[in-house]
């Protein structure tokens, strides 16, 4: 276990800066430059220069970023009157981690309900209705999921805020538009691991030795079902942090996700590489855990060193 | 009963002539592969209907911008924010030209129809949806297509050659994998400035991993069969083993992961439309139409619904496609 735990931490520092030297190089090529107001003289271009450090080699330059970075110092916005990037993200993170939090769990615990639902009344309408279900929920992007929601719940029946983020009832519309993709990939996938474990010999044997149906499902088949679940788990993050983005937009959500979308349309560099750092920091995390945590649940996995 | 075993007796019945070539005949007519797949396919009534779908939608995004006399990016402030109208389906209260009761044509005085109505600037949205629908689709399939190319080629190597070279690619597939997709997009968008060859290159430099992983697979299990063993002793060459006997074989796979990844492509370009990353104004993508649509959801819903109504079709009939393929070409994986 701890060698195996050893190689995935290796490929998380890895990949993680490989992110972190893409975001400088992507930052380096950008067209333009910051200093673009024709009132400045080449020397106050090239005194700007020298005090941000541009005039260094690109190498110095980029040990300069890393050693910045490694103390979560990301430079200061452009939109924000030079304000600390890191400073704005973490005032903005609980926000989205909220919703990101309520909507993963929200569609997991669902998903899963309806995923064994299904799968244990194969064939039949609940069945039937749960595939439909899926292929909408994972057909129909967040986006059109929202606004129809929007539209119907918050502008013609008025029953939740149409936007905003004070209050319980404001959650409700942005978390189920949210959650609606985990929880139709959730049930799809669930139901597929129940429709397979319920064919196994070890349920027939259960069957033989004369166990109660519900013995055999929560005891054998739901147990068994559900460890494959983690898998789609680092996935579904990724699903979550790319349906944030316009979800937040659409319900006006003062989190990391709408902000990102603004310092795209406002050119705001360090934001945009400050955020994009985050997001794959997350991402890499959300892997690395969801590979341990199989590593624990399904022992085989750790005897041939990595997932299929 | 009894009377029956008297009327029928033992010197009624003769051997039948046995003929022994007869056992080695098959019986019924032989099918391929692709035979009983297509067969199999054409009996998934969702995927079928989801088939003639796409092919409507592709049609009309060929020939609806032609079908009236408005250009998609023509603009007349005079018509702005129409509701649809369509005199022959007047009577339905989708197409009869009004918003909130009030006759919006007869107050701009305005005679012709425009069918799905038009937006801010007096743009006609039935010519601009599909012109998007054109741009979308256009896309997704480069991006497949190269993606497909990546994949195949990379997961190809990977699997048929093994050893050394296989852990150094897979390697670098682990690494690559492990950064979220969004930012390889929104970096390479921002470096290249957003336009249609971009966004197709960046969609493309994220969807072929999956295909390359399935080909390595497939290429790992076909590798070590008989008939790949033949041809090695025969003196096939490596592109010919795997060009006429690993590849095809593999097609079903191949096929079946293509069909997944254009709704990916759809969906990831509207997406970056919708954040302001994609397609410029005045051209139009369904992702663009959305989000400008979006603007005015509140006042005008019609502008969102019908390039909504376009990909939301798009996306569920490329997944069921997928799905009805999938369970074709192999039974094994139905369920």
Known sequence: MGRYVLKRLGYMCVTFYVVITLTFLSMKLLPGTPFQNPKLSPVQINQLKHYYGLDQPVAVQYVKYLWNLLHGDMGGSFQFGNESVSTLLMAKFPVSMDLGLEAIILGTIFGILLGIIAGLHRGKVLDWGTMVFSVLGISIPSFIFAGVLQYFLGVYVQLFPVAGWNGPSSHVLPVISLAVGVLAEVALFMRTEMVEVINQDYIVTAQAKGLSRAAIVYKHAIRNALIPVVTILGPLTAAIITGSLVIESIFGIPGIGSQYVSSITTNDYPMIMGTTELYAGLFILSIFVVDILYGIIDPRIRVSGGRA | ?335
């Open chain 2, 1 to 335: 009963m009894a009377a029956a075993n008297e009327s029928i007796t033992k010197d009624m019945f003769l051997p039948a002539e046995l003929d022994q070539s007869a056992n080695e005949k098959i019986s019924g007519e032989v099918v391929s592969v692709w035979k009983d797949a297509f067969r199999r396919f054409v009996q998934n009534k969702g995927a079928v209907a989801s088939l003639i779908i796409v092919i409507a939608i592709v049609l009309m995004a060929l020939i609806g911008p032609h079908l009236n006399n408005y250009g998609p990016t023509d603009q007349d402030l005079n018509r702005s924010n129409l509701p649809p109208r369509i005199a022959a389906l007047s009577w339905l209260p989708f197409f009869s030209g009004k918003e909130d009761g009030i006759d919006v044509y007869q107050q701009h005085g305005i005679k012709k129809d425009f069918w799905f109505g038009t937006d801010q600037l007096g743009r006609d949205l039935w010519s601009r949806t599909w012109d998007g629908t054109q741009i979308s689709l256009i896309i997704a399939l480069i991006a497949t297509l190269v993606d497909v190319f990546i994949g195949v080629t990379y997961g190809g190597i990977s699997g048929y050659f093994g050893g050394r070279t296989d852990n150094i690619l897979q390697r670098i597939l682990e690494i690559i994998s492990g950064i979220p997709s969004l930012v390889w997009i929104i970096l390479l968008i921002l470096v290249m400035k957003p336009g249609l060859i971009p966004i197709t290159i960046a969609i493309m430099a994220t969807n072929w991993i999956a295909m390359a992983r399935i080909v390595r697979g497939e290429m790992l299990k076909l590798k070590n069969q008989e008939f790949v063993l033949a041809s090695t002793s025969l003196g096939a060459s490596h592109s010919r083993i795997i060009f006429k006997h690993m590849i095809p074989n593999s097609l079903g796979m191949i096929i079946i992961n293509t069909m997944f990844s254009i709704p990916s492509a759809i969906f990831f370009e509207a997406f970056l439309s919708f954040i302001g990353l994609g397609i410029r104004e005045p051209q139009a993508s369904l992702g663009s139409l959305i989000n400008s649509g979006y603007e005015v959801l509140q006042l005008h819903p019609y502008q969102t619904v019908y390039p909504g109504l376009v990909i939301c079709l798009l996306l569920i009939a490329f997944n069921l496609i997928g799905n009805g393929l999938r369970d074709a070409f192999d039974p094994k994986l139905r369920h």
